[in-house]
């Protein structure tokens, strides 16, 4: 199967420009990813920040009480 | 309008007392693996030698302890990030009974010698199968619950679940990819390089998505709740999910500093490696700073102990790994214990705590009580504190002095320590230090069992837990369009499962096909050839024992290996092995170039009974190999398997296979036979006497005085 792949990858004129290709377009998807997270105001991500603590109100933070 | 429902803490408690057995049951297979190491006689039978031992207990406590705690963390918060239950009972159960019986499979199969021998990949071909089957089943449900969630938006937690179920089943398709012998033996699709490279590309991110991003997912979800605060910053914790996954993926190679890789792969990992320190203290900063404002409360409440204890071993784990990746920190600490120290701060320290911290969490609330001891949960944290601290220090000691020792030369150019076995009883202090960590470790994993125990009796098990949330609208488009695209993904997991995949597998693709493409990234030699049918199946008892857990096959380009083993390893050596036998860890000594150092005698009486045949020696005794034959009736089958994976035997050949073995076998009874020993030429210790001397003799370069008999 390996060499399957491998034989129709070589036919593929310039191949080896290829891994280049594919670091640029994914270390500018990073960048534009900071970018954005850089920019963003901190209010719009609160909701989400908060999703874990809304799932069950009125519980006690800390179980880990002295038997009683 | 306000829908209710209820959430099921029954497959949660499940996978909990799954993970707090099997985790008990691995600690225990690693304690003896450990102990073993300072009193040979440790090793009983054939089914629990040391090269038995190791993978059960690697396999158990990685995929069984964190596997299980995987999934009761998932199953637990996932449908309370997403305000609904999980998807499908049916598939719920299915995938708990599946990778239970997948654990006991592996438990059964390690010790019987049914290896790939590919580290942390051990389990053989229908166990991987069913392990794919069990993985998708998880996915599905992971996904049919995403899809019908209360909540619009995924919570960071959510991303690496799915960045991890993705992730791991890509590592796990790719790597276990191989041709099936019998129902039990297969041989690796890939051969020598290239399977090193695979395997390591997969044992990295075995790490990082198994140990790591799912656990962050946790940490992500448990630190918060515990602490009763949101995450210290919430754009810290995106721009760790995507640095962490597009980084980690390209990481693996810094397994292979020094060995044949070629160097441009090398680089490579060590570059990626280094960048990975940036997102790893970033995730370990938000967690830590996440408790800002509430450190006093990290006095009272034990969870939030084992987490800042759990925190500070990732974070320095994360720091140690990117400097082990560095070729000058490489050259001392690889194949030494540095590296098991280095794991078990991970192990031990980031997924043991963290998974303890969970329990204390979960239990009382699950079965809606307080923790039945609050002392003996302090006592856990402290003793397993003391357990880790024990149980790495030592071996720290023991990597620095096994490198040093093995690198120490005379003023005339001699090695100091020629004999291998002086650095092997140098660090024997080491050994039992680093078993009283273990049994530490242990103890506060005993009490841990009987005070869940003991919370678990007082309580009253809540299987149900009634919850209600507003039913998802349907957001009108303009709503969609006009935030930002960010916001955009986080509500399309299938989105985010495809661009996760694309990140990950670009990653994967470039690290690999040009060493599978590129001919002069593996030099052909000529002197090289396959295997003889007798030191193949020489070779498969060698893979089945497991010898690769202590015995490396990679001689690094240093004047100090090659003045002790011989010529450095090329590339073009290994052609022919299916699966490489690199190793990662020198208990004892190198084997790339033994064939020929030790006449074929010496090689049966150390077989035998090593500590008595060299004195000092921890290697297990191999008795069973005088008893048990050669299994003759798949041999004319594994060479058919060889041709097909494109090792130039002819096909006439395979039918002869047999026949041809029996010379071979008939010459080295002979020969041992002129030294006083009688023994059956279809015994398997012929076979493995024929393996071992073939090692490294392809392209050996002859003693200049022609003298064969090396001290051991």
């Not at chain 2, 149900?464 to 609208?473: D, L």
């Not at chain 2, 010496?602 to 008893?627: A, C, I, Q, R």
């Not at chain 2, 009736?633 to 494109?646: S, Y």
Request: proline share 5%; charged share 15%; glycine share 8%.
């Amino acid at each position: 199967m390996l060499k399957y792949i491998a034989n129709h990858l070589n036919s593929i004129n310039g191949i080896a420009l290829w891994p280049t290709i594919s670091f640029v377009f994914f270390f500018a998807f990073f960048l534009v990813m900071v970018w954005w997270v850089l920019t963003t105001p901190k209010k719009d991500l609160e909701h989400i920040a908060h999703v874990p603590l809304n799932d069950e109100e009125g519980q006690p933070i800390n179980t880990l009480k002295d038997r009683s | 309008m306000i829908e209710r429902f209820a959430y099921d803490n029954r497959p949660v408690r499940a996978f909990l007392w799954a993970t707090i057995f099997w985790g008990t049951v691995g600690m225990l297979v690693g304690l003896w693996a450990a102990l073993q190491l300072v009193l040979p006689q440790l090793n009983l039978w054939e089914w629990f030698t040391f090269g038995r031992l190791r993978p059960l207990h690697t396999n158990s406590v990685v995929f069984a302890f964190v596997g299980n705690g995987i999934f009761a963390g998932v199953y637990y918060s996932l449908p309370r990030l997403l305000k609904t239950q999980m998807w499908s009972r049916t598939l719920t159960l299915l995938q708990f009974w599946s990778w239970q019986a997948i654990i006991v499979s592996a438990a059964i199969t390690l010790p019987l010698g049914i290896t790939a021998s590919k580290e942390y990949a051990e389990l053989e071909w229908p166990i991987d199968i069913a392990i794919t089957i069990s993985w998708v089943l998880f996915g599905i449900n992971m996904f049919g619950t995403i899809l019908k969630r209360r909540e619009k938006h995924l919570y960071v937690a959510i991303w690496f679940y799915i960045a991890t179920w993705v992730t791991v089943a890509m590592l796990h398709i790719v790597n276990s990819y191989a041709i099936p012998v019998t129902l039990w033996k297969s041989y690796s699709g890939y051969a020598g390089v290239q399977d090193a490279l695979v395997q390591w590309w997969y044992g990295h991110n075995a790490v990082a998505f198994f140990l790591t991003t799912p656990y962050l997912g946790l940490m992500y979800y448990f630190v918060p709740k515990a602490a009763n605060r949101p995450v210290y910053s919430y754009k810290l914790s995106i721009i760790h999910f995507w640095a962490l996954i597009f980084i980690y993926i390209w990481a693996g190679p810094h397994h292979l500093l020094y060995s044949s890789l070629p160097e441009w792969a090398q680089s490579l990992g060590t570059v990626f490696s280094i960048m990975l320190i940036a997102p790893s203290w970033g995730g370990m900063l938000n967690g830590l700073l996440t408790l800002r404002g509430a450190w006093d409360r990290v006095r009272e409440d034990v969870v939030l102990k084992f987490f800042v204890v759990a925190l500070t071993a990732y974070g320095m784990a994360t720091l140690e790994g990117p400097l082990l990746s560095i070729k000058a920190f490489n050259a001392i600490s690889h194949f030494t214990d540095w590296t098991i120290a280095h794991v078990h701060v991970g192990a031990l320290g980031w997924n043991g705590f963290l998974t303890f911290g969970m329990i204390y969490f979960l239990v009382p609330r699950l079965f809606r009580t307080k923790m039945w001891s609050r002392k003996l949960a302090n006592g856990h944290f402290w003793i397993g504190t003391l357990g880790i601290i024990f149980y790495t220090i030592p071996l720290y000691f023991a990597g620095f002095t096994q490198s040093l020792m093995w690198k120490q030369f005379t003023p005339d150019g001699y090695l100091v320590y020629s004999n291998f076995l002086d650095t092997v009883l140098q660090i024997n202090y080491a050994y039992w230090l680093r078993s009283l960590g273990g049994t530490l470790y242990l103890i506060g994993t005993f009490m841990m069992v009987y005070n869940v125990y003991r919370t678990a009796k007082q309580g009253s098990f809540l299987a149900s837990e009634p919850a209600e949330a507003p039913a998802m609208e349907k957001e009108s488009r303009e709503v969609s369009v006009s935030g930002h695209w960010h916001r955009w993904i986080e509500k399309r997991p299938m989105q985010m499962l495809f661009f996760s995949l694309i990140a990950v597998a670009i990653g994967g693709m470039v690290e690999m096909i040009p060493t599978f493409l590129i001919q002069s990234n593996v030099p052909t030699i000529t002197s090289v050839k396959p295997y003889t049918p007798l030191e193949l199946q020489g070779r498969d008892i060698y893979v089945a024992e497991g010898c690769y857990n202590c015995h490396s096959q990679m001689i690094r380009p240093f004047r100090s290996e090659t003045e002790r083993y011989g010529e450095y390893s090329k590339a073009g050596e290994f052609i022919y092995d299916r699966p490489f036998q690199w190793g990662s860890k020198r208990t004892g000594p190198d084997l790339a170039r033994v064939g020929g150092k030790y006449q074929d005698s010496w090689h049966f009486y150390h077989m035998l009974d090593p500590g008595k045949f060299v004195k000092g020696s921890m290697m297990p005794p191999y008795p069973h190999m005088f008893e048990k034959q050669i299994d003759l009736k798949n041999t004319e089958r594994k060479i058919d398997v060889m041709r097909k994976l494109g090792v130039p035997y002819t096909a006439e050949f395979a039918r002869t296979a047999n026949d041809s073995l029996m010379v071979q076998a008939q010459g080295i009874a002979d020969n041992l036979a002129k030294g006083g020993i009688e023994i059956d030429a279809d015994k398997q210790i012929i076979a493995m006497i024929a393996y071992l001397q073939r090692l490294g003799t392809d392209i050996k370069v002859k003693p200049l005085n022609g003298d064969t008999q090396v001290k051991p």
